[in-house]
Nanobody, 119 residues
Framework: QVQLVESGGGLVQSGGSLRLSCAAS????????MGWFRQAPGKEREFVAR????????SYADSVKGRFTISRDNAKNTVFLQMNSLKPEDTAVYYC????????????WGQGTQVTVSS
C-alpha cells in the first residue's frame, strides 16, 4: 500500500501561482510513476500531469502545458505541481496519484486539495 497526502491548495487570483505537494509513504513509493488529476464541480475527473519514477519523463494535459510543471524528489518521497498563470477554469479539487497511471485511473489516490482561482 502507498499513502498519499496532498497539501498546498488554496485561493489565488487569476494569473497567480500555487505549488502543490504530495507526500508519499508506504511500500517503495519511489518506484512508482506519480501524477496529478483534478475534478471541477459538475465535471469528471481529468488527467493533469504525470512523471515517471526517475523524474526524467513528464507528460501534461494540453490545457496546462506551458503553465504547470510536475517534479519529484525521491529522497523525500514527494511530488510537486507548480502551477503558474492560473485561470478560473483551473478551479478544482486536485488529486495526487501513484502507480500505474492511465487516462483516468491510478493504483493509489490521495484525498485531494482544493484549488480556487478567482477572476
Amino acid at each position: 500500500q502507498v499513502q498519499l497526502v496532498e497539501s498546498g491548495g488554496g485561493l489565488v487570483q487569476s494569473g497567480g501561482s500555487l505549488r502543490l505537494s504530495c507526500a508519499a509513504s508506504g511500500r517503495t513509493s519511489s518506484w512508482y510513476a506519480m501524477g496529478w488529476f483534478r475534478q471541477a464541480p459538475g465535471k469528471e475527473r481529468e488527467f493533469v500531469a504525470r512523471i515517471n519514477s526517475s523524474g526524467g519523463i513528464t507528460s501534461y494535459a494540453d490545457s496546462v502545458k506551458g503553465r504547470f510543471t510536475i517534479s519529484r524528489d525521491n529522497a523525500k518521497n514527494t511530488v510537486f505541481l507548480q502551477m503558474n498563470s492560473l485561470k478560473p477554469e483551473d478551479t478544482a479539487v486536485y488529486y495526487c496519484a501513484a502507480g500505474r497511471i492511465g487516462t483516468n485511473t491510478a493504483d493509489y489516490w490521495g484525498q485531494g486539495t482544493q484549488v480556487t482561482v478567482s477572476s
